[in-house]
Each structure stands twice: as structure tokens, then as C-alpha cells.
């Protein structure tokens, strides 16, 4: 990693109504904008390996999605769903004044990428799922019970009068990540826990919001989904490891929306790439990732944009 490029990150800020969305700016202030989304319960440190192996001529703005990292938890009240995600995604590219861009997306940040990528079209040009197929569609028959469970969790949470945050020693904190995420190097952790831990009396806390455990009660369908895909206007490339997401949702009878999801990918000729790792490639491992990540974003952003 050369030293030029550590020095070139700087923290990020952009105040949304209940405080503010943080994150962290890698490269030239005229660079390619690129927006850099993590994965559930990770944080912006999710992509401190894999961007200094991408191109120098873009400018990376990974964040901190709310609730998470060092960003500030929705109000009392309010739920975290993949559309309220999207809408903070607007909110921050309005705040940096991007009218067109492009995204990277770790799991449920590609969930989220693609998601605005379909509804705001005319504003991506090109959008890198990492270990992610771009939607997550329910089965209609389980929307209502996944909705009520989602509600329930709530409920239940705010009926407890405070809110208890277990403190942990650093070490712990480490232990307690790696089980929760057994894909996470040792390395890793510690790289995600430096926006994911606060000091408190006696120890640490984990920073985000506990509310992003609860069920998401916003669900789509997979007809829903597939109709979504098709107002992507944006390359997409989607790169997934043999033994990441989609082996998780075999297990979870969900991949069945998987192949038609893939099949619609391959029918608009974008790309789709099968590296050998886990759900957490990008992080462990950016050396099998940044190959496949930089020729796109060379030929899909990078030379469309030179000037003739």
C-alpha cells in the first residue's frame, strides 16, 4: 500500500436530519466519484484493503450507513430498511453534489446499490456487487409474518425504559465479532472494530445501533425485484465467492430467487465473476477482488469518460 495514498483519506461528514452520515474519502478531489456501501452490522472500514488496490484516478467515499460505525442511529421510533437506506444514499450524493456515479456495494450494501441504481437510474453509470445479488425477495406468503416479527422486535425494544449496551474488553470485543462473523479474519476485526467500538467507563461498547438486528419489514417480491432490475441502467458486474452469500442462502431455502435474479444479469450482458473465498473476500483477501473491480471500472467509467 503506498504511503501516498493512506495520507489521502479523510473523514467524511454529511448532516441529514437527525445528525449525521460519516465515512472516509480516498483519492483526487476531481477523481471518478465512486460510493462505497458495506455490508449489515460492518462499517465504511470495510473497504480499507480493497480501495488502494482500485484505480488512483477515482475519488472513493466509503460511509458509515446509519446506525453503524461512527454515523448517528435513526431517531426513537424509526426502523432501518433497505428504502430508508436508499433515501440517506440521496441525501449524502445531493450533500456532495455527485449527479452521477458509481457504486461499489458489500452484501446488503449491493442489496442497496442496486436497489437505488433502479430507482434513481439516470444517476449511476456503473455498480460492483461484491458477495451480493443486487435484491433479496421474499417469498409472498412470508411477507406478513416477517413484518409482524419486525414489529414485535421493536415494540418489545421499546418497551425496555433503557437501552443496556454490554461493555466489553478490546479483546472480547474482537472475540465476540469473529464469532458473530466467522468469515472475518483476525485482521479484519480489527480493522472494522476501529469505527465499530466506543470507549466507555470500563471498556468498550459496540457503536451501532441494535435496532439494525430486527427484521426488515419493507420486503419485496421476486417478480418485484426482477422489474426493478430491468430500470438498472447502470454496467453492472457482480463478483461472488464460492462460498459466500449463496451457499448461506441454500441454506436458507432462498435460492431459488437466486437463478432468475443471475439469469436477468446475464440476459442485459452484464458480468457476473465467482472468486474462491467467502463473504468476506473483499476484506480478507482485496488481491482476489481488485483485478476483477478495476478492469471494470476502467472500461465501464474510467475510458467512457476521457475526453476523445
Same mark, same amino acid.
Given at each position: 500500500?503506498?504511503?501516498?495514498?493512506?495520507?489521502?483519506?479523510?473523514?467524511?461528514?454529511?448532516?441529514?436530519?437527525?445528525?449525521?452520515?460519516?465515512?472516509?474519502?480516498?483519492?483526487?478531489?476531481?477523481?471518478?466519484?465512486?460510493?462505497?456501501?458495506?455490508?449489515?452490522?460492518?462499517?465504511?472500514?470495510?473497504?480499507?484493503? @480493497?480501495?488502494?488496490?482500485? /484505480?488512483?484516478?477515482?475519488?472513493?467515499? &466509503?460511509?458509515? %450507513?446509519?446506525?453503524? #460505525? !461512527?454515523?448517528?442511529?435513526?431517531?426513537?421510533?424509526?426502523?432501518?430498511?433497505?428504502?430508508?437506506?436508499?433515501?440517506?444514499?440521496?441525501?449524502?450524493?445531493?450533500?456532495?453534489?455527485?449527479?452521477?456515479?458509481?457504486?461499489?456495494?458489500?452484501?446488503?450494501?449491493?442489496?442497496?446499490?442496486?436497489?437505488?441504481?433502479?430507482?434513481?437510474?439516470?444517476?449511476?453509470?456503473?455498480?460492483?456487487?461484491?458477495?451480493?445479488?443486487?435484491?433479496?425477495?421474499?417469498?409472498?406468503?412470508?411477507?406478513?409474518?416477517?413484518?409482524?416479527?419486525?414489529?414485535?422486535?421493536?415494540?418489545?425494544?421499546?418497551?425496555?425504559?433503557?437501552?443496556?449496551?454490554?461493555?466489553?474488553?478490546?479483546?472480547?470485543?474482537?472475540?465476540? @465479532?469473529?464469532?458473530?462473523? /466467522?468469515?472475518?479474519?483476525?485482521?479484519? &476485526?480489527?480493522? %472494522?472494530?476501529?469505527? #465499530? !467500538?466506543?470507549?466507555?467507563?470500563?471498556?468498550?461498547?459496540?457503536?451501532?445501533?441494535?435496532?439494525?438486528?430486527?427484521?426488515?419489514?419493507?420486503?419485496?417480491?421476486?417478480?418485484?425485484?426482477?422489474?426493478?432490475?430491468?430500470?438498472?441502467?447502470?454496467?453492472?458486474?457482480?463478483?461472488?465467492?464460492?462460498?459466500?452469500?449463496?451457499?448461506?442462502?441454500?441454506?436458507?431455502?432462498?435460492?431459488?430467487?437466486?437463478?432468475?435474479?443471475?439469469?436477468?444479469?446475464?440476459?442485459?450482458?452484464?458480468?457476473?465473476?465467482?472468486?474462491?473465498?467467502?463473504?468476506?473476500?473483499?476484506?480478507?483477501?482485496?488481491?482476489?477482488?481488485?483485478?476483477?473491480?478495476?478492469?471494470?471500472?476502467?472500461?465501464?467509467?474510467?475510458?467512457?469518460?476521457?475526453?476523445?
Amino acid at each position: 500500500m503506498s504511503s501516498t495514498m493512506i495520507q489521502e483519506v479523510s473523514e467524511l461528514s454529511v448532516p441529514v436530519p437527525w445528525g449525521e452520515i460519516r465515512g472516509k474519502v480516498w483519492g483526487p478531489d476531481h477523481g471518478y466519484p465512486v460510493l462505497c456501501l458495506h455490508g449489515w452490522a460492518d462499517n465504511c472500514g470495510t473497504f480499507n484493503t @480493497l480501495i488502494p488496490l482500485l /484505480p488512483k484516478d477515482c475519488r472513493y467515499v &466509503a460511509l458509515d %450507513l446509519a446506525g453503524h #460505525g !461512527l454515523s448517528s442511529h435513526r431517531p426513537p421510533g424509526v426502523f432501518y430498511s433497505f428504502s430508508a437506506y436508499v433515501a440517506d444514499v440521496r441525501r449524502v450524493v445531493d450533500g456532495l453534489q455527485w449527479t452521477k456515479f458509481s457504486i461499489i456495494g458489500h452484501s446488503m450494501g449491493g442489496n442497496i446499490a442496486a436497489m437505488f441504481s433502479a430507482l434513481f437510474p439516470e444517476m449511476v453509470n456503473a455498480v460492483v456487487l461484491l458477495d451480493a445479488f443486487g435484491f433479496l425477495p421474499t417469498e409472498p406468503k412470508e411477507i406478513s409474518k416477517v413484518m409482524r416479527q419486525g414489529m414485535d422486535e421493536m415494540l418489545q425494544y421499546e418497551k425496555k425504559t433503557e437501552e443496556k449496551k454490554r461493555v466489553y474488553t478490546y479483546d472480547k470485543a474482537v472475540e465476540r @465479532l469473529m464469532a458473530a462473523n /466467522p468469515t472475518l479474519s483476525e485482521r479484519s &476485526a480489527h480493522i %472494522l472494530l476501529e469505527r #465499530g !467500538l466506543v470507549q466507555v467507563e470500563g471498556g468498550f461498547v459496540f457503536s451501532r445501533d441494535l435496532r439494525v438486528n430486527f427484521k426488515n419489514i419493507v420486503r419485496i417480491t421476486l417478480e418485484q425485484s426482477l422489474e426493478m432490475q430491468l430500470r438498472i441502467q447502470a454496467s453492472v458486474l457482480v463478483v461472488l465467492s464460492d462460498d459466500g452469500i449463496d451457499r448461506k442462502l441454500t441454506e436458507s431455502n432462498q435460492r431459488k430467487f437466486t437463478s432468475p435474479i443471475l439469469q436477468g444479469y446475464h440476459d442485459r450482458n452484464h458480468m457476473v465473476a465467482t472468486v474462491s473465498g467467502d463473504h468476506h473476500i473483499h476484506l480478507n483477501n482485496p488481491e482476489l477482488v481488485a483485478p476483477l473491480v478495476s478492469d471494470f471500472l476502467q472500461n465501464k467509467v474510467i475510458s467512457e469518460q476521457l475526453p476523445a
